[in-house]
């Protein structure tokens, strides 16, 4: 049974920092392309990042350049480094891991997390 585990999650204040982690069994983790995506209240899920088996990584343009998504696959653990966090950034944020290449559909990733909170206060 596969199993992703978000956390780190919390209350920040606007320009702090958060790493999410994310903690996957039942699969073989390096061969799969891990995601997150988030889902602030009343808006679609959106794509936020996503790393492949061979560590290529990609962002979303609301993101890129403030987050770094990075994988161990020693400890089959998938981490999401957040930087100069806006109030906009607020969200429940969700692991995803596709075994495919990973797309900023969600419709199209075979599993998830439950996700954990972020809350950026101005």
């Known amino acids: 049974q596969v199993q992703l585990v978000e956390s780190g999650g919390g209350l920040v204040q606007a320009g702090g920092s958060l790493r999410l982690s994310c903690a996957a069994s039942g699969l073989t983790f390096s061969r799969y392309a891990m995601g997150w995506f988030r889902q602030a209240p009343g808006k679609e899920r959106e794509f936020t990042a996503a790393?492949?088996?061979?560590?290529?990584?990609y962002y979303g343009d609301r993101v890129k350049g403030r987050f770094t998504i990075s994988r161990d696959n020693a400890k089959n653990t998938v981490y999401l480094q957040m930087n100069s966090l806006k109030p906009e950034d607020t969200a429940v944020y969700f692991c995803a891991a596709d075994l495919r290449v990973g797309s900023v559909n969600p419709t199209t990733w075979d599993y998830w997390g439950q996700g954990t909170q972020v809350t950026v206060s101005s």
């Open positions: 790393i492949n088996w061979s560590s290529a990584t």
